[in-house]
């Protein structure tokens, strides 16, 4: 029990005993005011003074009179006023008052004669055992009662000088001792009496409250609950169950539940549920489909208990359900509709992943059959100018293409970064590597340190990406004769500022704002190439690569273009350059040893992989499907087998898993593919390929990865 309570209690024992004393005050009083009448009637005329004697009969009944309206208005006191402290003090004033007047009698109604005074004393004597039962349920009251009558019973004996005084004090003496310890044995028995009827009382309020909100749940709750015998004989039935269910209390009871909200082939269900029941298990959360009075069909979530007896047999089930159709439909809504949507993200994917195969098919054609061209020797200048004529726009072409796939997989968020620390040296020289053709075009001087020591925390491809459009940019807005330069700061946020210098035309300040927004080419001139997405693609790339990139520029004196990235400033150790560009002059021939197998189906770039293979000095066999590649795998033997991915009969993934189930993990196989999504790289690899490489692929590359992958033999 709670100390606040405890106290609670205590104060209302209290309370139930001053009651009880003053409940048993009516009594008392009538009766002493009877005695003490008969004793004033005897008295009478044999006392030696009249006036004490009348003294003593009127302050008595005044007395009595004063304790009979305390007590009335006690009594009839709202609980708070009872409980309050002074009522008690008060009414122990008035027991001892009480005693005092009855002690005056052997003093005011003294008589010399001597069998009145000795009526005296019996009378008071019998007066204080008399009121033991009506005090004996405070000991202090009991006390303060008997206490004053006996010591000035006993002074009166004293001065009177009687011999009964010694007896009669030694008796009142037991008479006192036996009353107190008898009145506090009683007292203890009645507080706990009165404990107990008191916390019965509160049990019995608490249980009655329970039996009210009991109630009021099992009425209100939206929840339905059921109970049923072991018989499966429902007993208990709320309005939930009648609303969900549509079976009135009258219907439910006594019928067999299973039967009654159970379809018909849910036994398999019912017998799982009731085996776990008996074994003492309590089943929560468990969705079954039910059947209503209209042979509707619903969803309930269920909450069941076994109720067992001491010896943990089960004697019933108590259950609850939930109606829970409608949010399963809407769950099953929402599934479908993300379903539509993720198929709906899928086609524009496959759409874009199409798009990207359809245009770089041809453009690969285009630009292997004019890089070839390059090296006839037997073109005239004004041929082979045409021919430069037809590479720059077929590389803007798949400039534009390459740009607006990205910008289309950025915006559907499926370009995947790989982060990592990437040297600041490798990715200056490898951009510098290639921007050095356009720079000599453009007659643009380049100062790029390729030593620069530290690397900043990036996606290696598109930083390069990034700096190249920023470098090709720089160069394009520049004037003949003007410089780029790459400057290195370290910032003090522990990051790193690239920032690309140029000293061309500039931009215009009001059109500073403008920079960054898809297609706006701001005021450039038509002369100058582009595409105009080059740097809101550039933005979007370093904030996915939690960069930041900004411009400071000033018309006529030039543009710095700057990207702030995580990174450090100190020596890395260097890492092998996987990217070299080798550039190829003359036909090669000192691989013709190399058997490679080409599997394409288009005529088109069969024609250019072979001349490029040729032109690389490896001995080429190409066929048109993996169907065919796989007859000419089993004929005779190759080093490397280069495969196209879409392919007719056999394509080039199942021509891959079908070789690596065969037992052969030795050869190389490259995935030659139009396709630039990087789940196709995934996709090539999964099948068990070595190496993918997407189309228009320049010899550069194609050497380079025949080369890392025989290597790796
Ligand atoms: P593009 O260069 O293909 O037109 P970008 O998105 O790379 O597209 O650049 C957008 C525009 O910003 C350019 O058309 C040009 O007007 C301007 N611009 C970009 N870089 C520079 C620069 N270094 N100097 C002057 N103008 C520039």
């Known amino acids: 029990m709670d100390s606040s309570r405890k106290i609670h209690l205590n104060s209302l024992i209290a309370l139930e005993e001053i009651r009880l004393l003053n409940s048993a005050l009516p009594f008392s009083f009538s009766a002493s005011a009877i005695i003490a009448f008969i004793i004033y009637i005897v008295l009478h005329g044999h006392v030696d003074s009249e006036l004490n004697l009348n003294i003593w009969f009127g302050g008595l009944l005044l007395l009595l009179l004063i304790r009979s309206i305390d007590s009335y208005l006690f009594l009839h006191r709202p609980i708070e006023k009872q409980l309050r402290a002074g009522n008690r003090i008060r009414f122990l004033i008035g027991v001892g008052l009480a005693g005092l007047t009855w002690g005056l009698l052997p003093w005011l109604g003294y008589s010399h004669e001597r069998q009145y005074f000795d009526f005296s004393v019996i009378c008071l004597v019998g007066i204080m055992a008399g009121s033991l039962s009506s005090l004996a349920y405070r000991w202090e009251a009991i006390l303060l009662f008997l206490l004053p009558p006996s010591f000035l019973l006993i002074a009166r004996l004293l001065v009177d000088n009687r011999q009964l005084s010694i007896e009669t004090s030694l008796i009142l003496g037991v008479f006192v001792l036996f009353s107190m310890s008898a009145g506090k044995r009683i007292f203890k028995t009645t507080q706990q009496n009165i404990r107990l009827r008191l916390e019965t009382d509160i049990r019995e309020q608490a249980i009655e409250l329970m039996h009210q909100k009991q109630y009021l749940h099992l009425q209100q709750t939206p929840l339905a609950i059921i109970e049923f015998d072991t018989d499966f004989k429902i007993t208990k039935w709320n309005p939930a169950a009648e609303s969900i269910f549509s079976y009135s209390e009258e219907e439910a009871i006594g019928e067999n539940i299973l039967r009654l909200i159970l379809p018909r082939d849910s036994n398999e269900v019912a017998e799982d549920i009731w085996s776990s029941l008996l074994n003492l298990e309590t089943i929560n959360g468990i969705v079954v489909e039910n059947k209503t009075r209209d042979n509707r069909h619903i969803f309930c979530e269920w909450f069941i208990t076994p109720l067992s007896q001491r010896n943990n047999e089960v004697v019933g089930i108590a259950a609850m359900a939930l109606d829970i159709s409608e949010k399963m439909q809407n769950e099953q809504a929402l599934i479908s509709s993300r379903d539509e949507a993720e198929k709906a993200n899928q086609a524009k994917s496959d759409f874009l992943s199409s798009m990207s195969h359809e245009l770089r098919t041809p453009l690969n054609a285009i630009l292997g059959f004019t890089q070839l061209l390059k090296y006839e020797k037997t073109m005239t200048e004004k041929q082979q100018s045409h021919v430069g004529e037809i590479s720059n726009a077929g590389n803007l072409l798949l400039e534009l293409v390459n740009q607006i796939l990205d910008l289309a997989k950025i915006e559907q968020g499926q370009l995947k970064l790989s982060m990592e620390q990437v040297p600041l040296a490798r990715i200056f020289n490898d951009c510098k590597s290639m921007i050095l053709p356009q720079a000599q075009q453009y007659q643009v001087s380049l100062d790029i340190n390729t030593e620069t020591s530290g690397y900043v925390i990036a996606d290696y491809t598109r930083l390069k990406q990034v700096m190249l459009n920023l470098l090709s940019n720089a160069i394009k807005y ?230 890392k992958n025989l290597r790796s033999l």
């Open 478 to 707: 520049n004037i003949s004769g003007g410089s780029v330069s790459i400057k290195i700061r370290p910032r003090q946020d522990e990051k790193i500022r690239i920032s690309i210098i140029d000293t061309g035309i500039g931009i215009r300040s009001d059109l500073i704002h403008e920079l960054f927004q898809p297609f706006n080419r701001l005021n450039a001139t038509s002369n100058i190439e582009g595409t105009g997405i080059g740097l809101s693609i550039s933005k979007q790339l370093m904030e996915m690569m939690d960069g930041t990139i900004g411009v400071k520029s000033t018309i006529n004196i030039g543009s710095e273009f700057w990207v702030e990235l995580a990174g450090h400033l100190y020596q890395t150790p260097d890492t092998p350059d996987i990217n070299e560009h080798n550039s190829i002059t003359k036909m090669e021939d000192s691989n013709t040893h190399i058997r490679i197998l080409v599997a394409e189906d288009n005529a088109t770039n069969q024609t250019l992989i072979m001349h490029q293979l040729k032109t690389l000095g490896y001995n080429a066999v190409v066929v048109h499907n993996g169907k065919e590649a796989l007859e000419k795998l089993a004929q005779s033997s190759f080093h490397l087998l280069l495969t196209d991915c879409n392919m007719p009969l056999i394509d080039g993934y199942e021509l891959a898993a079908t070789i690596r189930k065969q037992g052969n993990h030795k050869l190389p196989i490259i995935a030659l593919t139009a396709d630039a999504f990087p789940e196709k790289k995934i996709a090539a690899l999964n099948a068990g390929m070595n190496d993918h490489i997407v189309k228009p692929v320049t010899l550069e590359t194609l050497k380079a990865t025949i080369q």
